[in-house]
């Protein structure tokens, strides 16, 4: 005798219903992903503004590195408040850039997804 073997139609639907949430899931997370990529590529393009462009003080240089980067962000698109961008000069030309945000992602009535970025990148002036 043979039994029968398959989905049934309830376990199709239930499969369906899963499959969705986990698109609609990597849907708003991906974004949220290809934007903090977007923020290191932007901080890591402040190693290639020219020597020239930069004086003997490191708090005026601090300021032209972060004008800088607030130019870059907004070309690509990123609106981080330019209260969450710090510049620390460091010593012999090395200053560090540290970027911390949040971002919050609705994804279904009152239930969001809450992401935490604390980017800090470390970068060489003059070389």
Same mark, same amino acid.
């Given at each position: ?18 499959? $969705? ?7 708003? !997370? #991906? +974004?949220?992903?290809?934007? %903090?990529? =977007? ?38 698109? $990123? ?7 710090? !510049? #620390? +000069?460091?010593?012999?030309? %090395?200053? =560090? ?31």
């Amino acid at each position: 005798m043979h039994t029968q073997k398959g989905m049934t139609v309830i376990g199709m639907l239930l499969t369906a219903a899963v499959i $969705v949430i986990l698109g609609i899931l990597v849907m708003r !997370v #991906i +974004p949220v992903y290809i934007e %903090n990529y =977007t923020i290191t590529r932007s901080i890591d393009a402040l190693k290639k503004i020219p020597a020239e462009d930069f004086s003997a003080d490191p708090s005026a240089n601090a300021q032209l590195l972060k004008s800088k980067l607030m130019n870059q962000l907004y070309v690509n698109g $990123v609106e981080i408040p330019e209260n969450q961008i710090q !510049v #620390i +000069p460091g010593n012999g030309g %090395n200053f =560090t850039v540290k970027i911390k945000y949040q971002v919050i992602k609705p994804v279904v009535s009152n239930a969001s997804l809450l992401f935490n970025f604390d980017v800090s990148k470390e970068v060489n002036i003059g070389k």
